[in-house]
């Protein structure tokens, strides 16, 4: 079976080795007193715990599904950190992103010329625009970034329905704060790819390979089964 530990892993902090992670602008939510009234205040960005980890999984995860893998189309389903359409186009200039913001997140963490489906969190919602935009040919190499972390009682749902729609193959991106156990099952029914799932910090690299201290994030890679 082909997998991701084929792409080396940079140093903590670098996307891909292509330079610094892009920081995390600070939040700027507050309340102004303007002649006695109150205007309505600035949305907060999201924290996100271990951003440049977080945001360092996935330059690696795209570049290995850019220069290993071929793939050109990559689907941004709710990454909870800035900077991942950009990264996907710094890794090949025939890439394409389509992001798909969870209700309440766009425009915070979307580039201007990014195409966004937004609307109802729900997935059978996200899934109908997928397929009815016309911005994603799912009969061809899709990759799906599905990075906001999920807990062992919420996994992500619908998954085996975007498995059925990905006609042409592909690969699904999750992370979580589960247990591995529950991490490694929530993929099903995609096929996780070596080595299973692995702290954000380290990952393709297997836990045990690694002694320094984790995030308690763990990420993962996996194929569709026709690949």
């Not at 702290?199 to 089964?225: F, H, K, N």
Request: hydrophobic share 35%; net charge neutral; proline share 12%.
């Amino acid at each position: 079976m082909t997998h991701a530990r084929r792409h080396q892993a940079p140093p903590p902090g670098v996307l891909g080795g292509q330079g610094p992670s892009p920081r995390v602008p600070p939040s700027r939510g507050h309340v102004v007193q303007l002649g006695g009234r109150r205007r309505t205040p600035v949305p907060e960005r999201p924290v996100v715990p271990h951003a440049r980890e977080h945001q360092a999984f996935l330059g690696r995860v795209i570049d290995y599904l850019s220069t290993d893998r071929g793939v050109r189309q990559f689907v941004d389903w709710g990454c909870p950190v800035p900077g991942t359409a950009e990264r996907i186009r710094q890794a090949h200039p025939d890439n394409t992103v389509v992001h798909i913001a969870p209700h309440g997140t766009v425009g915070m963490l979307s580039s201007p010329d990014n195409p966004v489906l937004s609307g109802s969190e729900s997935s059978d919602s996200s899934l109908c625009r997928l397929t009815t935009c016309g911005l994603v040919d799912l009969d061809g190499p899709v990759a799906v970034l599905m990075t906001r972390p999920f807990s062992a009682e919420a996994p992500p749902p619908a998954l085996d329905r975007l498995h059925y729609l990905m006609h042409g193959g592909g690969y699904l991106a999750l992370a979580t704060e589960a247990p591995k156990r529950d991490a490694e099952a929530a993929f099903a029914p995609f096929v996780p790819l070596e080595p299973g799932v692995a702290d954000l910090r380290w990952w393709p690299y297997p836990d045990e390979d690694v002694a320094m201290e984790g995030t308690g994030i763990l990420g993962g890679l996996a194929r569709t089964r026709s690949n």
